[in-house]
């Protein structure tokens, strides 16, 4: 709430925000927790499904990616895509740019002011990623098989800036897995990386896991 409202009132010529930026953005930011809600009921009830179509992988990034452009550029962050063409997932539109939506917006929440994000998309063999990876707060490896926990939060260092899951990533990878596909998390040197993988169309769920290795 206090990131949108900050971005609103830069928007309405304001270094500084207003009670009336929060409440003007209240439905909206209410709407979208409600959102991640029924994203999560829709992948765990049986008889709800989403509307399955062919999509193109790299036309709902660059959606994503452009609506998250402005707040990175307000905090100086360098949002860079890299996106092979003609990448086709079949799944639920909406809920795929959920699932996207979701890691851009813990990146940019967490990335270094001046830092880079990185989103891309591509093709290993018979299945399909996409990928975000920041230069925020890294994941020690006795976090990372829970970092797609519901309400996961790693160890605070006291920095006020530590990666925690909420429902935001317990919801990517239910919407991943959904759609037979799965999560993945990597690290590095102050930097993580968060793939998602679908299997090409053709494949369906019977082409083994995906590649060990992250893409990026």
Partial sequence: MFAAARALAL????????PEDMSDLAHE???HRLVDWNATARTTVPHVR????DRELTTWIVLDASAFAPLAAERGQLL???LAPGLTVIGGHDALRRAVGNLLSNAVRLAPPGSLITVAAGRDGSWLWTAVRDEGPGIGDDDRARVFDRFWRA????GGRDRH???????VRQIVESHGGQVACSHGWGRATFVLWFPA????????????????
């Fill in 201 to 216: 169309p053709g494949h369906g769920r019977t082409n083994g896991g995906p590649p060990e290795n992250a893409p990026l």
């Fill in 50 to 53: 989403f509307t399955l179509a």
């Fill in 165 to 171: 899951a909420g429902l935001g990533l317990a919801i």
């Fill in 29 to 31: 930011v209410v709407g």
């Fill in 11 to 18: 928007l309405r010529g304001r270094g500084y925000v207003l």
């Fill in 80 to 82: 860079h895509r890299s």
């Fill in 155 to 158: 160890k605070g260092n006291g």
